[in-house]
Every structure is written in structure tokens, then in C-alpha cells.
């Protein structure tokens, strides 16, 4: 038996290109997300950095320097005529007494009633649910007018307790269909595990379905609490007293007295916002945290 040698060109052997060591392939999938996210940063930071800019700068250099350019000089009084002017102090105070009531009363019930709809067994469980759902999607504006009559009648316009109760009768259905969504996903293996342990219902929602909801009680704090601080239409509707004003109210009031003065508006704006960044870094953490981990074992 004869083996055949078929000859090989040298041009039809082609070395393989290594790669030099230690270097990796681009990731243009990684390099395009970065470039995405640095422009959203800008989007987002611009307009912020020029307001810092103004609320730092005197009238003739607002008018005088582009938005852009820094103060090299800060104006630092700009911030004491809001104070003093703005009647911030006042009005900050409402808005926090409001939302600090507010925000965790108003997640405290849709908790409750997110649990017992997705705990418990009881009749018509999703009509009330759908009920619950429609209640999401009735905007505000059109029930402005009956509210005012209802609130008028009982005597709380210009009080704290006025504007919360609509606040809360208003937040509760999407809070609790959110939750309801959450509550659904815990497995019910817990459930079993903590009522063979003696636990009734109060105690596996204090003790066991609150603990793990934590990130979305963090994120729905955080939304909840932005859009209380910020509310206008029932606020300019049931706070008719200028003491009683919360944080928009007042920066409108602050605006239509002094339209021309860029600076101190800009930085009323800007301690305004304070307690929201506040509310944000403290909660923050949580959007990041596994709900369940660590509490079922497979």
C-alpha cells in the first residue's frame, strides 16, 4: 500500500494571527452604553450646573456673562433674600410636616391592603381589585372642584390635615397595585413556614412580608415622597391662607412678585430641592437589594 504526498504551496499555509497577550476584543456593545450614558448625564446635569451658575450671580453679570461662564465672584446673597423674601422657611416647613405625615401613613395602608388582596381569600377579591386599579387611572384635576366643596364643608381649608387626606386618598390605589404585584412574587412557602410557626396574619405582615418589600417601599418612598413635595393643582386649590403654602405655591408667589430676579429664583430653586436629594441618597441603597435573598433555600 503506497501513501501519496500531495505537496503544499508555501503561500497556502497562512500563519494564525494570535492576539498579542493581555489584550482583549473592544466591546462596542459596552463603549456604546457609555457614550449613551454620558450623554444622558449631560442632558440631565446641564441645566442643573446653570442654575448653580445663576443663583451665584449678580444681576449685572446674569445679564452681562453667558450661563455658562462660573461666577468668579459668588453672590452668596441671592440665598438670604430667598430666605427672607421667599418665605421658604415657612412654606418648606408645610411641605415636609405634609410629606413626613403623608408618605409613610400612605404606604403603611397600601401595604395592608396589598397584602390582604394577595394573601387572603375573600369574595368579589378581584373586583375590589379592579376597582382598585381604576382608582389609578382617575387624574386629578377632574375631582379638584368636589374636593373643594367636601373640604370647604368641613371646615379644613389652609390646614395640614386638608390637603393630606386628599393626598392619601389619591396615592393609595397605585401604591397599592404596585405592592399588590410585589406581594404576589414573595413565595407563599414562607407564608406556610411562618403560620406552622404559630405567626397569624398581623405578625407575618409586620414581621415577615414588610422586611422583604424593603426595595419597593425604598422606591415607591422615594417616588411618593417626590410627588407630594411637588404636588400644585390640590395644593393652589385647598391652601388659601399664604402661611398655610407649601414649596410650589410659594415658588410661584416668589416668581410673580420678583419675575426679573434670576438670582434669588434660581436659588430658591435650588434649597428646594434639598430635601428631596436628601430623601433620595438615604433610600437609594435599596433599589439595588435582592428582595428575597437568602429566603427560601432551594
Not at 492576539?19 to 476584543?25: L, S
Amino acid at each position: 500500500m503506497s501513501v501519496v504526498t500531495v505537496p503544499v504551496a508555501p503561500s497556502a499555509v497562512r500563519p494564525s494571527r494570535r492576539r498579542p497577550f493581555g489584550r482583549q476584543p473592544r466591546d462596542w456593545v459596552r463603549v456604546g452604553l457609555w457614550i449613551a450614558l454620558l450623554v444622558a448625564v449631560l442632558i440631565w446635569a446641564v441645566p442643573l450646573i446653570f442654575m448653580v451658575f445663576t443663583s451665584l450671580k449678580s444681576e449685572p453679570d446674569i445679564f452681562g456673562t453667558p450661563a455658562f461662564v462660573p461666577p468668579w465672584n459668588p453672590e452668596w446673597g441671592n440665598y438670604v433674600e430667598a430666605l427672607d423674601r421667599g418665605n421658604l422657611l415657612t412654606a418648606g416647613g408645610n411641605s415636609l410636616i405634609i410629606a413626613l405625615v403623608k408618605v409613610p401613613l400612605g404606604l403603611f395602608l397600601s401595604a395592608a391592603a396589598a397584602f390582604a388582596l394577595s394573601r387572603l381569600r375573600f369574595k368579589r377579591q378581584r373586583l375590589l381589585m379592579g376597582v382598585i386599579a381604576m382608582g389609578a387611572m382617575v387624574p386629578i384635576q377632574v375631582a379638584i372642584a368636589p374636593l373643594f366643596q367636601v373640604i370647604n364643608g368641613l371646615g379644613l381649608l389652609s390646614t395640614h390635615i386638608g390637603v393630606i387626606l386628599p393626598y392619601l386618598a389619591f396615592g393609595l390605589p397605585y401604591q397599592t397595585f404596585i405592592l399588590y404585584g410585589f406581594f404576589r412574587q414573595i413565595p407563599e412557602e414562607i407564608d406556610e413556614s411562618a403560620r406552622m410557626d404559630g405567626a397569624g396574619n398581623w405578625r407575618l405582615f409586620l414581621t415577615i412580608i414588610l422586611p422583604l418589600a424593603k426595595p419597593a417601599l425604598a422606591a415607591l418612598f422615594i417616588l411618593d415622597f417626590v410627588a407630594t413635595w411637588n404636588e400644585y393643582s390640590i395644593g393652589l386649590a385647598l391652601l388659601q391662607s399664604q402661611e398655610s403654602w407649601t414649596i410650589p405655591l410659594a415658588l410661584q408667589g416668589f416668581q410673580s412678585q420678583f419675575t426679573s430676579s434670576y438670582g434669588p429664583l434660581n436659588a430658591f430653586t435650588i434649597m428646594s430641592m434639598l430635601p428631596v436629594l436628601i430623601v433620595y441618597l438615604m433610600f437609594q441603597r435599596y433599589f439595588v437589594e435582592g428582595a428575597f435573598a437568602g429566603a427560601v433555600k432551594g
